[in-house]
């Protein structure tokens, strides 16, 4: 989940074991691996994905700035 460039990758909880705090607690752990690597971590989360915002906003990420992605597929 933790790169060499800083980026936290995603997490995905099943349904049934969601509101325990885990993806928290998997994202805190993930964070804290790259923070003894480098000054700074981050991740990019869609704009409607109001769980994984919680998350990250508890962890004390900030909203930093919008992207928008392109995505090209062969012919």
């Known amino acids: 989940m ?3 460039d800083g980026s936290i990758g ?3 909880t099943k349904p049934e074991a969601r509101g325990l ?3 928290t607690l998997v994202n805190y752990y ?3 691996k790259v923070f003894q690597q480098q000054q700074h971590a981050f ?3 869609a704009s409607d994905n109001t ?3 919680k998350i990250y906003e508890k ?3 900030s909203h ?3 992207v928008d992605f392109l995505v090209f597929s062969s012919k």
């Open 30 to 32: 993930v964070t804290s």
């Open 10 to 12: 995603t997490v995905f």
């Open 64 to 66: 930093t700035y919008d």
């Open 51 to 53: 769980a994984s915002l």
């Open 59 to 61: 962890l004390g990420f």
């Open 21 to 23: 705090g885990l993806a």
């Open 2 to 4: 933790g790169k060499h």
């Open 43 to 45: 991740c990019f989360v």
